[in-house]
Structure formats: structure tokens, C-alpha cells
């Protein structure tokens, strides 16, 4: 039997967003955000779902800290909502909300769990989306005036802090497709929004590196391509999927330069970007986060605007509830190809998870999610083999602790190892909880284990 023990000092973790699981977005003074917004019109989400209450985390934080105690968690990656901190996006700050924040980082490290602090997890405030939102130059300003805001007032007691989570979601769900607020659906406005968010990552860094003490990365999420056939068009087709999806952002900010191929997929809508903005979004970072939850197996397809290739379903795999195919091995394949890529960069997995069937309620013997725990048990696995193969992956947060708010899909999609009655708000440990919670005490020697 292979052994699977993790280093001594790897990171155990979990991952939430503000939006997704807080509730009482315009409490103690808070702004509202792009997603109040976007969840309170009429046919945006399903059901008209919202995070008016989500998972009411903020005021059930001691008892969710306690339940990643519990878990035996070394570390917590949560997002800060931007308009709680500053309601209209820039100047005012509102040191209620800041307090939020201050009191669950001082419950976390009192419990003994590292938090994480992503500054941006797609709640644009409000006020900030009425000038322009990302589609304004000066947006870089206002986010390095809000992480400088931050960077102040936590940075004391935080030392793991993120600029922005995926910003190939934010430009593609929010201003290409329209799925995702702020709702857009203008390939140029998604082409200028790629530009603008790289340039306040970059400017977020400056600002850390004129105040901060500690490390701060940026987090994407990557989806490892493969054409579906040996075809030319099917390789140009992963070609394109792989340069749009994984090296968009991450070749600016690492290699100050955008993919060749970004001209072919926006066409009119490109514009190559100045020296100074490569410039600025080519930051030296202390790390990188990566999220991975599937692979797209890849062949050309004209119907898929604007990028003419689409994903293949595999009739052989399993799929989540979000129509994801299950495919541990190529998480080692990504975490190696970063590698390969963009140099020996400390990483860390800061998202990786499944959203299965689990009843709306849990039963007297607690909640079975047999296809949950076999999704972490394979992917702890794959991250164990690129670690052995020399991936210098620092620490694992699994997506997510708790069932949320799963954005414009709604309550409906569960991803979490606490199951969360929302009639109730109660908190149940699912069985994929349980077993994280032993991989954790063993430091990976349980991935040896069977299931049970």
C-alpha cells in the first residue's frame, strides 16, 4: 500500500465566500453589491435565490469556527466583502463592518487555524458598479485603495492574503455571458475587463509591498484541455480553450505578456495591451493559488461564441451536479504544468471540491455522500502525486465548508462538507466531512484507507 503522509507543515483548509455564505449584506452599514443586485432581478438566479441570509455566517461565526476546530482544520480561506468595508466602493470606511472582520480572524487564530483573506471574490460594491465598475481605468485605484485599507487594519494578524479569485470568471460570467453579475454580454467590454482586473491585481501588490509584512498571491482557476481528437481543427479549438481559460491572466502576471492566441478568440473586440499595464500586472508574487475542479476534453465548435470550441462529454465518467466530469488525474497534470510554465512558485489549492445530490434535510443517521468523499479521496491522492513529484504545493482548501449560496444557480447546488438546512440553518456534518477530518489527523496517511 503507497503511502500518502503530507508534510508536516501543509495547510488544511477551507474555503467560503463572503457572498455565498454570510448573509446581511447591508447590515452595520455595509453597501450593497453587483450581486445584491443581480440576485434581487426578477429571473437572474434560479428560484430568485439571494444572499440576504445565505448560511447567516455573519452571526453564526464563533459556531462555525468551532466547527472547523472540530474538523481539525490548520487554515480558512474567506473572502472580505468589499462594501462592508467601504460602502461606496472608496473613501468612507465603515469600521463596523472592518469588525466583522477583525473578530473572525481573532477567532480563528484563537482556535489556532491561519486564515486566508481573499480581498475580491466577485462583490463589486454597487456604487463602484454605477461608475463603470471594472470597465473604468480607475478601477485599479479603487481596489488598491480598498486592499490598502485592509492590508492596515488586518494585516497585522493575517499572513496569507489574495487579490483577486479568478478573474477569468468575473470577465466571462459577468461581461461576456451575462450569467454571473453584473449581468454584461459585450466581448468587448469582457476583453477591457481582463485588462482592468490585472491591472488592480497589480496595483494590490504594490500597495502590500509598501505595507504589508507577509505574502500575497493571486488565485485562478485552471481546467487542464485536451483536444477530443487528432485533428487540427480540434487542436487549434484546445489550443485557444486552453490559452482563453488558463493563460489569460496567469501569463500576464507571471510572464508580462498575454497569449498569442487572444487576438484570434475576441477578434475587433482585442486590443493589445500597453507596456505599462503588462508592467503593472507583472507583480512579483510569494504565491499561487490554484483551483481545479475538472478537465475539458476539447473539439472545435462553431456554435460556441466567441471562442468556437467546446467541451465533449465523456460517457465512461462521472459528472457533478454542475456538469463537471470527475478526473483526478489531471489535477496533477495542472499543478505540473504550472510548474513547467511559470517556474518554481510556492502554490496553494484553494479551491477543489464536487456539488452532488444531498437531501434538503439530513437524516436521523447524519448525510451519506458516498460520490463526495470519493471525489476527495482520488483528488487528495493526485495532489499527493504531484507533491511527490516536486510540486511545491504548501496547503489544500477544500470547496467548500459549507452548503451556499451557489451564486445565480442558486441554494440548489451543494458543495459543501457541512450540510446546511436552509429552513433551519442548521449545520450537519456529511460523511465527506468525516473523512476530511481523518485525512487531516493522519496528515494523508487515511488516503490509504478504504472509505468506510
Known sequence: MPEFRFPADFLWGCATSAYQIEGHPLADGAGPSIWHRFAHTPGLTDQGDHGDIACDHYSRVADDVRLMRDLGLSSYRFSIAWGRVLPQG????????LDFYRRLVDALLETGIKPMVTLYHWDLPEALDDRGGWLNTDSADWFAEYAATCFDALDDRVTLWVTLNEPWVIADGGYLHGTLAPGHRNPFEAARVARNLMRAHGAAV????????HH????VNLEPKVPASESEIDRAATARADAYMNRQYLDPAMLGQCPPEMPEIFGTAWQDWPAEDLALARQPLDFLGINYYTRGVTRHDDHVWPLRAGNVRQPSSTYTETGWEVHAPSFTDVLAWVRERYGDIPLYVTENGAAFEDPPRAGPDGVHDPLRAAYLHSHLRALHAAITAGVDVRGYYLWSLLDNLEWSLGFAKRFGIVHVDYA?????????ARFYARVIASHGEALGKDLR
Request: proline share 0%.
Open 424 to 432: 433551519t440553518l442548521e449545520r450537519t456534518l456529511k460523511d465527506s
Open 90 to 97: 472608496t473613501g468612507r470606511v465603515n469600521a463596523k463592518g
Open 216 to 219: 500575497i498571491g493571486l488565485v
Open 206 to 213: 504594490q500597495a502590500y509591498r509598501a505595507r504589508g509584512r
